[in-house]
Every structure is written in structure tokens, then in C-alpha cells.
């Protein structure tokens, strides 16, 4: 199975900074048809995931453009540019190239 | 309004089986991948599995293919998750999703003890 690594596993930052989540995948996620499926989630506390980025860096519907992504082949990086309160949570990437599907071990985002 | 409505969990005794469904409303349920993703307490996500548009696909991860069973009806706009020899290592909050996990329903709770 593919294993996603997420650093780092813990991240505080205080309204407007900027943070960056990394995850590196133990194999490439470049697809034969080319397209790259590793998307990005966000679990706020006591709810469900949130799609916020998918196939590596093209915003989900409704999701604020603070939010981008970036990477390739096996790094990959969620960038959001000036936290806000409502970004705490778990943040999970997850690979769709290879089966059986794999999630990282996500990266919680405390707001100082 | 797109709608996953998961049911079916509770209390269940080690080594018995459980049936969960996913009510879904809102799109064209046959239209698309149906996939279920569980939580156990505290812990990450883990992908159980998904079903195509007409059940002719149905993939597992390998861990859990022998205990979980997917389906669907797409009369009943339904998706199932079948469950059995249950043990402590599957308590967990299950979710349903699709779209590429744009969408998920609450989640139901599953509880194995004696």
C-alpha cells in the first residue's frame, strides 16, 4: 500500500500567519492518464471531512482561495495563506492513484 | 440539497454481524461511485471500500475485503455495508461518500463490546 507522511503531525499558528502541510507518498501518484489523484481534506472538530483540494492543487467548490496546493510525483504541499479561527482541525491527505486508496496521518492545526 | 444519511449503527456484541446504510438524496444516486470510509476513536481515516455505478465493481481494501460487504440499490437511492465477525478494532465512526470524497454524510457510530 501506498503510505502517505504527513508533516508536521502538529502545527500552531495564530490568525493571519501562513503555514504549509507537507505529505510525501512512498510512490509516485502520476497516473498513466497522466493526472495525479491526491487530494486534501479538512476535519473540523466533531465533523465530518471537508474536500478542500483535489488532484494535487484545483480548489474544491466554495473553498476559500487562502487555501492552495502544490506538488509532484511523491511531495506534495497544502499551503494556507493567512489562517483563520475556522481553519482548525485535522488536515488528511489522501492518495487515489494506487489501490487501495490511502489517507495520511494527518496534521492537526491549533490556532494560537 | 445533496444528502448522505448513514443508519444502522450501535451496540454490537464481538463476532455478530451488523448492516449499515447510506440514505443519499439530492443527485443521481446512479450516476455515481459510492464509497465507504470509517474513524475509529481519535485515530485517522480508513478507506473500507466502493462500489461503481451498477455494482459490477467492487473494491476493498485487502485488510478488510473477507469481513465487509458493499452495496447498493439504486431504486432505494441506498448504499450498504455489510458486516461481520466484528471485533474491537472496528469500532469506528463509518462515513459514506462520493465525488471524490466532496461529499460525506454524519457518520454513524459502531460500537463492538460485550
Known amino acids: 500500500d501506498v503510505v502517505l507522511t504527513q508533516t508536521p503531525p502538529t502545527l500552531s499558528a495564530t490568525i493571519g500567519q501562513s503555514v504549509s502541510i507537507s505529505c510525501r507518498s512512498s510512490?509516485?501518484?502520476?497516473?498513466?492518464?497522466?493526472?495525479?489523484?491526491l487530494n486534501w481534506l479538512l476535519q473540523r472538530p466533531g465533523q465530518s471531512p471537508q474536500l478542500l483540494i483535489y488532484s494535487v492543487s484545483n480548489l474544491e467548490s466554495g473553498v476559500p482561495n487562502r487555501f492552495s496546493g502544490s506538488g509532484s510525483e511523491t511531495d506534495f504541499t497544502l499551503k494556507i495563506s493567512g489562517v483563520e479561527a475556522e481553519d482548525l482541525g485535522v488536515y488528511y491527505c489522501m492518495q487515489a492513484t494506487h489501490a487501495p486508496l490511502t489517507f495520511g496521518s494527518g496534521t492537526k492545526l491549533e490556532i494560537k | 440539497e445533496v444528502k448522505l444519511v448513514e443508519s444502522g449503527g450501535g451496540l454490537v456484541q464481538p463476532g455478530r454481524s451488523l448492516k449499515l446504510s447510506c440514505a443519499a438524496s439530492g443527485f443521481s444516486f446512479n450516476d455515481y461511485w459510492m464509497g465507504w470510509v470509517r474513524q475509529a476513536p481519535g485515530k485517522g481515516l480508513e478507506w473500507i471500500g466502493e462500489i461503481n455505478q451498477d455494482s459490477s465493481t467492487i473494491n476493498y481494501t485487502p485488510s478488510l475485503k473477507d469481513k465487509f460487504t458493499i452495496s447498493r440499490d439504486n431504486a432505494q437511492n441506498t448504499l450498504y455495508l455489510q458486516m461481520s465477525k466484528l471485533g474491537s478494532e472496528d469500532t469506528a465512526i463509518y462515513y459514506c461518500?462520493?465525488?471524490?470524497?466532496?461529499?460525506w454524510g454524519q457518520g454513524t457510530l459502531v460500537t463492538v463490546s460485550s
Open positions: 510512490q509516485s501518484l502520476l497516473d498513466s492518464d497522466g493526472d495525479t489523484y
Open positions: 461518500a462520493f465525488n471524490w470524497f466532496a461529499y
